[in-house]
């Protein structure tokens, strides 16, 4: 199993920049990616980025995410990063950090972000 702990959320200002960490505990070998998904008020929750245990980084095909927000790891820490910049209102939500270990994923508990002037 495997254990995920996020933080780093909080509230900015619009165009403000927030990193948010994603620590994994457990049977970490055996991750296959980590990731993040977010759900923003009345949403349904959004894939926005994933890294696999290669380093290899996809991001949502979105204009609202690409270019903004960096997916990176740091294995020595077995932590799971998420840079987020120029964020915007409608970044706002809860941001949950997933690991995918064989046919299994496991979720941290989220992390609220919150962009308001």
């Known amino acids: 199993q495997v254990q995920l702990v996020e933080s780093g959320g909080g509230l900015v200002q619009p165009g403000g920049s927030l990193r948010l960490s994603c620590a994994a505990s457990?049977?970490?070998?055996?991750?296959?990616?980590m990731g993040w998904y977010r759900q923003a008020p009345g949403k349904q929750r959004e894939w926005v980025a994933a890294i696999t245990s290669g380093g290899s980084t996809n991001y949502a095909d979105s204009v609202t995410v690409k270019g903004r927000f960096t997916i990176s790891r740091d294995n020595a820490k077995n932590t799971v990063y998420l840079q987020m910049n120029s964020l915007k209102p409608e970044d706002t939500a809860v941001y949950y950090c997933y690991a995918d270990l064989r046919s299994d994923r496991y979720w941290g508990q989220g992390t609220q972000v919150t962009v308001s002037s």
């Open positions: 457990g049977s970490i070998f055996s991750i296959s990616a």
